[in-house]
């Protein structure tokens, strides 16, 4: 599987929401909407007009587990919206698949459409996730909060969410809880069946394996190349730890 990666730059952001105009108005609202929200493609295809028209939020479940969250509608996007539900049947589905059709867009062809637009415009990385990675890369760089990311995406640590936007993490948001609960959870889990030992021991026995192979022959230059990576960023992050309050 490929890497999908957020689209970061806004003259490339902005052509390649042309480029989906220019196939179907409906692949460019579905972009809009995923961009504007954070909401997950096969999310999306399932509204009905009357479930986003006119909202100032959507709550939909994400995970395997279902889990609510609340995803915010921006007051340009709310526009966007109102002009291209206008006049369409409330009960019919937001995103329509082919022509006369009142089924929904498939998430397979809106993936080869973004895939193939992609393409058209030189780039690799784009996907199905290509519109919620945009989004959150978008609300990080313009807010610095990777906490409400995080949450708003269900991820377990920042440093999950730093990985998925394409970002280097900030080791001091990474060494750090949100709240009283979570460090006391914190302590209960890593207590909890000797966890914490666990883990760590687990760390310490794949450093060692690493130690090992730097000797390899057989080892290429990528190999040298991210365990200088890994190791800068070990200590990176245990010069923070131990200057941590």
């Not at 806004?10 to 954070?38: A, H, S």
């Not at 948001?173 to 687990?202: C, F, Q, W």
Request: proline letters at 3%; charged letters at 30%; glycine letters at 6%.
């Amino acid at each position: 599987m490929n890497w999908v990666a957020p689209i970061k730059d806004d003259t490339t952001l902005e052509k390649f929401k042309e480029k989906l105009r220019e196939v179907d108005d409906k692949y460019y609202i579905l972009f809009e909407i995923g961009v504007g929200t954070g909401l997950q493609l096969q999310e999306i295809l399932k509204f009905k007009v009357k479930v986003i028209r006119g909202k100032d939020s959507i709550e939909a479940c994400i995970g395997t587990k279902n889990i609510k969250r609340i995803f915010k509608i921006p007051e340009e996007l709310k526009k966007i919206i109102e002009e291209y539900t206008d006049g369409k049947d409330p009960e019919s589905y937001l995103i329509l698949g082919h022509s006369g059709s009142t089924a929904p867009l498939s998430r397979e062809q809106a993936y080869r459409v973004f895939k193939s637009v992609g393409k058209s415009m030189g780039l690799n990385a784009i996907g199905a996730q290509t519109m919620r990675k945009t989004f959150a890369w978008r609300y990080y760089k313009a807010t610095n909060d990777i906490y409400y990311i995080q949450n708003l995406l269900n991820h377990a640590s920042p440093s999950i969410t730093y990985r998925y936007i394409g970002e280097k993490p900030n080791v001091e948001v990474v060494l750090k809880k949100m709240t009283p609960e979570e460090n006391e959870r914190s302590r209960y889990m890593l207590y909890k069946d000797d966890a914490g030992r666990k883990r760590i021991h687990a760390l310490t026995d794949e450093l060692f394996r690493i130690e090992k192979e730097l000797d390899n022959p057989t080892n290429n230059d990528a190999f040298y190349g991210r365990v200088d990576c890994l190791l800068t960023e070990l200590e990176e992050l245990m010069d923070n730890f131990k200057n941590a309050k």
